[in-house]
C-alpha cells in the first residue's frame, strides 16, 4: 500500500463510527491511527514538519484510545462539550499540518498544492469553529458544524486517495539495492 492510502485508509477507519453493545467503537480509531503512522513513516524523507507530524500523529493515537472507551467519552461531553472538542485538537492539527507539508511537497504542481492548501485552511477552520459554536452556547449550529468538518475530512481523504501516485507522495526507493 502507498504510503498516501495508508494514510486514507486509517482516516477512514478513524470516521467510521460503528458502535455496538455498550458504545464500542467496532472500528476503533486507535487502529486507525496505527495505519496513519505507518503511512507517514514511508512518506518521503524530505516531508516537511516529520517532527512535528509523528508528535500529534502519536498524541492522537493516545487520546484515540483514551476516547475507544464510552465511558470516558460519554463523560468528557456530559461534563463539557469543549473538553470533548479539546481531546480532538491533536487530529485535526495533525491533518491540518499534513495537508500543508503535502502542499509543499506538491509544489511543481500548482493545482495539486493548492487543493492541499485549501484542505488545511479548511481543517484549521473546522478546529476553530466550535470555539465560536460552544462559546456562543449557538446549539442550532451544532449540526451544522459536524457536517461541515465530516465533509472536510472527507476531502481531506479523497485527496490523500487521489494523490497517493504522485511521484512526491512516494518513498525514495534505495539506490545501493540491487534487483
Keep these: 500500500m502507498k504510503p498516501l492510502q495508508s494514510i486514507a485508509m486509517g482516516l477512514v477507519i478513524v ?13 476503533p480509531d486507535p487502529v486507525g491511527w496505527l495505519l496513519v503512522l505507518q503511512g507517514l513513516g514511508r512518506l518521503p524523507a524530505s516531508l516537511p514538519h516529520r517532527p512535528a507530524l509523528s508528535t500529534l500523529g502519536v498524541l492522537a493515537l493516545l487520546m484515540s484510545i483514551v476516547l475507544w472507551f464510552p465511558g470516558l467519552a460519554d463523560g468528557l461531553e456530559r461534563t463539557d462539550e469543549s473538553l470533548l472538542w479539546a481531546a480532538n485538537l491533536p487530529q485535526l492539527a495533525f491533518i491540518a499540518v499534513l ?9 511543481a504542481e ?21 470555539v465560536v459554536v460552544l462559546g456562543a452556547d449557538e446549539t442550532s449550529l451544532l449540526t451544522v458544524m459536524v457536517v461541515g468538518a465530516s465533509l472536510v475530512l472527507l476531502l481531506v481523504i479523497v485527496l490523500l486517495f487521489r494523490y497517493s501516485s504522485r511521484p512526491w507522495a512516494r518513498p525514495e526507493v534505495d539506490q545501493t539495492a540491487s534487483p
Design 15 to 27: 470516521a467510521i463510527v460503528a458502535k455496538v453493545g455498550g458504545g464500542y467503537d467496532v472500528l
Design 99 to 107: 495537508c500543508r507539508a503535502l502542499s509543499r511537497l506538491a509544489a
Design 110 to 130: 500548482p493545482g495539486r498544492a493548492r487543493w492541499l492548501r485549501t484542505a488545511a485552511a479548511l481543517t484549521v477552520s473546522a478546529a476553530l469553529l466550535p
